[in-house]
């Protein structure tokens, strides 16, 4: 009888592991918390399992592997993280992330921890800045600070990048600053709107139905349309962040930046 | 005046006594013949959700206003078809709460609140879809498993019996279907690792009058070979019944689409095609006995449950007239099948489909190599929610064109070996979506004699609506964004929307008249809107 539990379904359980939980971990766990006692550790059969929900509602934003895509290189921050707390995370989410929570019986996150805590952790963890942070601070403030806000602080045409620190693996944050046009952001798609009189209002999409869109331009105006009053809308390919390639941003530059980044971890706003 | 007193109340338990019933099992046949009711699923047996109203046109659709709307204040979305019997609707929703609304106003006149089990087992929310009705009685199925009688009245339980143990994973959802004395439903559960079947049950009494199996036991001379000699597999082999079926009078046959195969994904201790699941079955209504069935999917593996609407319909193809069933599955392929004998007259994708390359002579899907799902994932086309799933379809026997809402989707599927535990979900895997997969919905109208695509309306998003048609020449349907929507059904021009601030999932609209008024009735999120022309607009055609 599963019907149509595709999208929904799968957000509600994938995984993500974040510095800021490690600040959260100081605080005590609750007193029942499951993974106290996890039956499943060590298990053969269980791994196999918590492999196979790994797969399904993990993978896609921390890779087959665990090394990270989107989301963080997993096998890179769990060392320190107890089991009590990772299995928070797994059931609240990363307040700031694309990370949500789950709703999937407690069980199935102690399986996926199982499976985790079987892969072993490496021994240098990800999070630890690489790079002169500085002068990645300082290209930020030159190159990005026009469309991406941090804090208070910053363009909003772009995501907020407050806590990309902790939602992101080093290898994405390289990858969306090299092609950012790989992958838009939900939210993020780069659309050209023309009107009738010939007037182009380019933006990111925010929303869109079969008869409106709603975007902010390039301004920041937010704004919809009704598409019969529209001549075209066209979905561009190309994302309004410029590709920093190589003679754009050498490695060293870029090493410095991602360094930068990783250190965004902003105020965990579940943290009171 | 004791003694008028006596006299007074005699008279009126007399009066009460002689009402005539509000609906007869001629009613039912008649379908929506009286432009006052709705009385089924589907609004007839056919499950065509075609009605006869003619008020509302292409030429005035435009005008469409709302005229109220009723908001249940608990959470959860209906999914229901609401019924509507002299002047008032009859609705359930989430977790078996249940209303009568003055179809006038919006009001609401009684309402039914079930005291749930904490510890329920279902894949897909405490949904309902909807009432059965028969004499002065409402027929629902509940989420705990169990069949309830209304008094239309009043809404006061008449009776209550259980369908099967919802402890153990057993639900109900569908909306039942009343044949003559009897109460058609289905139990769900097949991510739980049931035994799916269909029963009957006296309108009158509750008891049971038979089951039928939707997984084939080993004694069952067809289906018992599909299943692995060696094992029970198949007494947790799911065939789900969470859609209602549709009838045949003249054939006095049940024409019920069931659910897919137990686990979903990984499939080696199931070896077989696996009867009764991924089927059309056809079953007398009266014993509840098997006349003939049809498998799309053998030994799916894709959670394709083939519980979408069979539709009915009386074609002429190659000159010859033909009795058919019609029927857009999940699995991606539209078939129109000999209601008859059970043969496949005609099949062919209505979305892309990248498991069959088509199907063949024998009925059977021709397998594309590669789909198997594996702890690795394999790509495939459509994904779990299918080409289309539970939401209506509708069908128009004047212009011979069935409209479905169709799903552009893909998916990764995962399967993976897991072990069985009663009341646990058993899926043995699962899908995601594959990056830079670009999913999209659409209205589209399907030639059944072709089996071809005549036009289409695209949604930018995926859409879960149901369609209605009316004899006007209108298609109503509604997006995945929350619009309900007219269009013209011969070319697929759209002609109205109006935003209901919540997509419709499973619902469709329906249409009664009520005081010279031709209402459109829409559910979607926990609201009822009711539309209907401007005075200076309604002129009956």
């Keep these: 009888m599963a019907r149509a539990r595709t999208a929904v379904h799968l957000l509600v359980f994938s995984l993500s592991i974040t510095s800021a939980a490690l600040v959260a971990q100081e605080r005590p766990a609750p007193p029942d918390n499951p993974a106290r006692n996890n039956p499943h550790l060590g298990n053969k059969e269980s791994i196999r399992s918590g492999l196979a929900l790994y797969r399904v509602r993990c993978a896609d934003c921390h890779g087959l592997d665990a090394k990270g895509y989107r989301g963080p290189d997993l096998t890179a921050l769990l060392g320190d993280m107890p089991d009590e707390k990772l299995f928070q995370t797994l059931r609240k989410g990363v307040a700031g992330t694309e990370m949500p929570g789950s709703t999937a019986p407690d069980d199935e996150l102690l399986l996926v921890i199982a499976y985790l805590r079987n892969l072993g952790a490496v021994s240098a963890p990800e999070t630890a800045p690489t790079g002169n942070v500085e002068n990645g601070q300082r290209l930020f403030a030159a190159q990005c600070t026009g469309c991406h806000r941090i804090g208070m602080r910053g363009g909003r045409l772009g995501p907020d990048l407050s806590r990309i620190g902790a939602a992101r693996s080093r290898s994405a944050l390289v990858r969306e600053i090299r092609t950012p046009a790989e992958w838009f952001p939900p939210g993020y798609e780069t659309v050209t709107l023309v009107t009738k009189d010939g007037q182009r209002i380019r933006g990111t999409r925010k929303n869109e139905d079969a008869f409106s869109i709603q975007v902010m331009d390039t301004r920041e105006r937010i704004q919809g349309y009704l598409k019969g009053d529209l001549r075209e809308v066209i979905y561009e390919k190309d994302s309004l962040m410029p590709a920093f390639t190589a003679a754009r941003l050498n490695d060293n530059d870029l090493n410095d930046l991602i360094g930068y980044l990783t250190t965004l971890r902003g105020p965990d706003p579940t943290v009171r | ?541």
């Design chain 2, 1 to 541: 005046m004791r003694t008028l007193l006596l006299a007074f109340a005699a008279s009126v338990t007399l009066a009460a006594q002689g009402a005539a019933p509000q609906v007869t099992p001629q009613d039912l046949l008649d379908g929506l013949k009286d432009p006052g009711k709705w009385l089924t699923y589907g609004g007839d047996y056919s499950g065509t959700r075609h009605s006869p109203l003619t008020q509302i046109t292409p030429e005035n659709v435009g005008q469409l206003a709302s005229q109220w709307m009723f908001q249940t204040g608990t959470l959860g979305s209906f999914q229901t078809t609401p019924l509507v019997v002299d002047g008032i609707i009859y609705a359930t929703g989430f977790n078996n709460h249940a209303w009568a609304i003055d179809a006038r106003t919006g009001r609401p006149i009684w309402r039914y609140r079930r005291n749930l089990p904490e510890n329920l087992h279902v894949c897909c929310g405490a949904v309902n879809r909807g009432f059965a009705a028969l004499g002065d009685r409402l027929f629902m199925t509940t989420i705990d498993a169990h069949l309830v009688s209304l008094d239309m009245k009043t809404g006061d339980v008449l009776w209550d019996v259980e369908l099967a143990d919802f402890k153990v994973g057993y639900s109900a959802t569908v909306a039942p279907l009343v044949v003559k004395d009897k109460v058609i439903v289905g139990i769900a559960g097949a991510e739980f690792g049931i035994r799916g079947f269909i029963d009957a049950y006296d309108a009158q009494t509750g008891r049971r009058a038979w089951r039928f199996f939707t997984v084939a036991s080993p004694d069952d001379p067809i289906g018992g070979r599909s299943w692995p000699p060696t094992s029970d597999a198949w007494q947790r082999g799911g065939g789900s019944i969470w859609v209602t079926g549709t009838y045949d009078p003249q054939q006095n046959l049940l024409f019920f689409g069931t659910g897919n195969p137990g686990p979903d994904y990984y499939s080696n201790a199931r070896e077989g095609d696996n009867l009764y699941t991924a089927s059309l079955v056809a079953i007398d209504a009266d014993t509840g006995q098997r006349r003939w069935h049809y498998q799309f999917t053998p030994h799916d593996v894709h959670d394709w449950d083939s519980t979408q609407v069979p539709v009915l319909g009386d074609l002429t193809i190659n000159g010859q007239p033909r009795k058919v069933v019609m029927f857009a599955n999940r699995n991606g392929f539209f078939y129109t099948i000999d209601r008859v004998t059970g043969k496949v007259i005609v099949a062919r994708p209505f979305v892309e489909t990248t498991w069959a390359k088509e199907i063949g002579p024998d009925g059977r899907p021709v397998l594309l190599p590669g789909h198997l799902p594996d702890e690795e994932g394999t790509k495939t086309c459509p994904d779990l929610g299918g080409g289309t799933n539970f939401m209506s379809p509708s069908y128009d026997p004047t212009s011979h064109l069935f409209f479905v809402t169709a799903r552009e989707t893909c998916a990764t599927y995962f399967a993976f070996d897991q072990k069985f535990k009663p009341g646990e979900q058993w899926e043995s895997g699962g899908t995601t979506r594959p990056r830079d997969q670009k999913n999209f919905g659409a209205l589209r109208a399907i030639d059944p004699v072709t089996a071809t695509v005549k036009w289409e309306f695209r949604y930018p998003s995926v859409s879960s609506s149901g369609v209605l048609t009316t004899a006007s020449g209108l298609v109503f349907a509604g997006d995945g964004d929350g619009n309900i929507m007219a269009f013209d059904s011969r070319t697929g021009k759209n002609l109205w929307h109006y935003q209901l601030g919540f997509a419709m999932r499973a619902t469709a609209g329906t249409t009664y008249m009520l005081d010279g008024r031709q209402y459109l009735l829409v559910p979607s999120g926990s609201m009822l809107t009711a539309f209907a022309l401007p005075s200076e607009q309604r002129t009956q055609r």
